[in-house]
């Protein structure tokens, strides 16, 4: 049972444009979220992460919300660059959760 | 402060071999948990070792185990290599002082193993 779905395997933007990447969930209990984006044959890297009592965390060009009601949310690119492109990664975990569950990702191109 | 470090970075064995990889956590961190990253599935979770203990294990078979040393480092071993075997497998360390599922964990680079 996939708890965490990224439904996108793939995203193209240009460049300067918005990047969205979405990522539903199905456990109510989860609180804790996280967005990775991950290189070829490196590991995948923190971005940023958001707790449920907040629906919005922002960090530079990289935006997250969240919709608990929905049990979504999304990480916003603006503006999108070509060293972006990526394999995006959502996570979510929270209090009493023994391990961070991982969607299947997201591959991002920015094309110049 | 350096990140986490793993070795080998790859790996090439036979069907039936074993496999040992060693994962350096960043320093400080007392927790490290191990994920298997195949094409289209994801980052599978293997198992989280906290103060030298297993404190979480995923859905893989007895076959994938692991430990952990007093340092914190940890080696996670395969015996019997099967091909569906062949995957990256990333380490991944947090502090450890709540558990792994509410804290922010930082990865290493991978070991790309190849079971031929």
């Known amino acids: 049972d996939q708890q965490v779905k990224q439904n996108s395997p793939s995203l193209s933007v240009q460049e300067g444009r918005i990047s969205i990447l979405n990522c539903d969930y199905t456990n109510s209990m989860f609180d804790y979220f996280l967005w990775y984006k991950k290189y070829p044959a490196e590991g995948p890297t923190f971005l940023i992460s958001?707790?449920?009592?907040?629906d919005k965390n922002e960090d530079g060009r990289f935006t997250v919300f969240l919709n608990k009601s929905a049990k979504h949310l999304s990480l916003h690119i603006v503006p999108s660059q070509p060293g972006d492109s990526a394999v995006y990664f959502c996570?979510?975990?929270?209090?009493?959760?023994?391990?961070?569950?991982f969607g299947t990702g997201t591959r991002l191109l920015v094309s110049p | 402060k350096a990140g986490v470090t793993q070795t080998p970075r790859y790996l090439i064995k036979t069907r039936g071999q074993q496999v040992t990889l060693s994962c350096s956590p960043i320093s400080g961190h007392r927790s490290v948990s191990w994920y298997q990253q195949t094409p289209g599935q994801g980052l599978q979770f293997l198992f989280e070792y906290f103060s030298e203990t297993q404190r979480n294990k995923g859905n893989f078979p007895g076959r994938f185990s692991g430990r952990q040393f007093s340092n914190s480092r940890s080696e996670m071993n395969v015996s019997t290599l099967e091909l569906g075997d062949s995957a990256l497998y990333l380490c991944a360390s947090s502090l450890g002082g709540g558990l792994a599922g509410v804290e922010t964990q930082y990865f290493g680079p991978g070991t790309r193993l190849l079971v031929l």
């Open positions: 958001i707790s449920s009592i907040k």
């Open positions: 996570a979510a975990g929270g209090t009493g959760f023994q391990k961070l569950v």
